[in-house]
């Protein structure tokens, strides 16, 4: 079972078993504008809840991506280095940044569910 949450950074992972998808949200990318340029870490680097994971650069400013988990990172999506537009077109699918191998899954139940997050963004408008 999938299990997606998001931070109040407007991070989200999705969570399959102990492998954790982290990436920007929609509402993310459309604050950012056109995303140009994507930094990603090195694969096996241990990142740590709520430090900066990656970066990604829009054509409005530049930004850390923050790891909604702990873990280590297992996989990056390589793809974005060639097609970092890929976040603003498919930011919760294609345009994920990073994936995590959890090394604390307790963490998760700090994170807002997909109804809460919705409710977050109301508060913002």
Known sequence: MTTVRYTQDHEYV??????AVVGISDYAQGQLGDVVFVELPEVGKAVEKGKEAAVVESVKAASEVYAPLSGEVVEVNTELEGAPGLVNEDPEGKGWFLKLKLSNPAEVENLMSEADYKAFLDTLA
């Open 14 to 19: 999705r969570i399959d078993g102990d492998v």
